[in-house]
């Protein structure tokens, strides 16, 4: 039974540089009906047969804190009539610094939203320009200040690293200015340069330059030593929480369990069934208020392509994947499913199984997406 709810919110001030996801420019004209659409399809989701009340609940987008305090009042309103919140329900909006007030948090707050979650992406502010970002350093460093005054203590920074013109030291200056904030929470993601976005043309054309491996590797021993040093754990390949603090929502995500997703491009995982809503909002919007289905597509997975998928997800988690569990889910043993391949990546250091319980070891964190790409 699902107990987590995603919501899409695809709008931005300016699109990125370097980002792919469903998100748009220029479409403000368009939020209000994409909340009533939202609205609609919430008590389309509602479940007859489950009542179970939802543990977390994350808006992401996009930029969530676009939509006006009417709009998002609205859209709360709507959550609680559908749906039914656990008492210590983790309620997070994706936020981009140029976006809040303290007026909006001071209301964020009245509705019930506990986690918020800043893309920050760098505290350089030529770094920041280069990303396209519509926010300076200070911005970012003074969104976070209000939002504690605002009464939030659970924050999270996304940072990037591995950026055009990034230097080790900047990475550090970056890193040590979000420990220096007091946040809880750090996603600290390696910059993946998507096709056709602005940013890979300006590499192609060399009006940017990604830093060379030898840096990389610098920046990211640097990633693991500051985190660490503050205090805070890594508990999934690119996220450091302090203690309490791990992101709720997305553990449902790496545990490859069941959630609800809404909104243009959010997707289901129910009973099995991976289902996909259409990707533009006008359309979705078209297809909700002509009471049309905005499911684009779905697939059942099979018994052993969801074993599969649950064991590479819980490796991106520090705490690894238990093989009494995958037995209990699935009734499938996980060595005698992968035979010589878990061997062999066992002996090559890549993984550990220690008290029936499958990690990635170090040496495995860095070659992830090989290892991954073995077992998948
Ligand atoms: S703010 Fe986030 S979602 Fe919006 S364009 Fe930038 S990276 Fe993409």
């Not at 709008?11 to 980002?19: E, L």
């Not at 359309?283 to 392509?305: F, G, H, P």
Request: net charge negative; charged share 25%.
């Amino acid at each position: 039974m699902a107990t987590s709810l995603y919501i899409h919110i695809p709008f931005c001030t300016r699109k990125c540089n370097y980002c792919s996801f469903n998100s748009y420019s220029g479409r403000e004209t368009l939020q209000e009906r994409y909340v009533d659409a939202l609205c609609v399809e919430m008590a389309r989701l509602r479940p007859g047969r489950d009542t179970g009340r939802l543990e977390t609940v994350f808006l992401g987008g996009g930029t969530p804190t676009l939509l006006s305090h009417g709009q998002l009042s609205k859209l709360f309103r709507s959550l609680v009539f559908h749906f039914q919140l656990a008492d210590d329900v983790e309620l997070s909006i994706e936020s981009n610094p140029g976006t809040v007030d303290i007026e909006k948090l001071h209301r964020l707050k009245e509705l019930g939203v506990n986690r918020l979650s800043f893309g920050v992406q760098s505290f350089n502010d030529g770094e920041l320009k280069g990303l396209g970002r519509v926010h300076s350093a200070k911005e970012a460093q003074f969104a976070v200040e209000i939002a504690r005054r605002a009464g939030f203590t659970n924050i999270s920074l996304d940072l990037m690293y591995g950026l055009p013109g990034q230097t080790p030291a900047s990475w550090r200056d970056s890193l040590e200015t979000a420990v220096a904030l007091g946040v809880n929470h750090l996603s600290l993601y390696q910059l993946t340069v998507e096709e056709k976005t602005p940013l890979e043309r300006m590499l192609a054309e060399g009006t940017r330059v990604l830093p060379d491996e030898e840096l990389f590797a610098e920046m990211d021993s640097i990633t693991e030593d500051i985190s660490v040093q503050a205090g805070f754990e890594q508990y999934e390949i690119s996220n450091y929480a302090r203690e309490g603090s791990c992101c709720r929502h997305n553990i449902v995500y790496w545990e490859n369990g069941e959630y609800y997703g809404a909104g243009a491009g959010a997707v289901s995982f129910l009973e099995n069934r991976r289902s996909r809503n259409e990707n533009d909002p006008l359309s979705y919007c078209n297809l909700i208020e002509n009471s049309k289905t905005v499911i684009m597509e779905s697939e059942t997975l099979t018994r052993d392509a969801s074993f599969r998928e649950t064991v590479i997800m819980g490796l991106r988690m520090h705490r690894g994947v238990s093989v009494a569990s995958l037995v209990k889910r699935y009734g499938i043993d996980l060595e005698r499913y992968y035979g010589e391949s878990l061997t062999r990546m066992i002996n090559e250091d890549l993984l550990v199984l220690k008290d029936h319980i499958l990690q990635l070891t170090k040496r495995g964190r860095v070659f992830a997406n090989l290892v991954m790409s073995e077992l998948v």
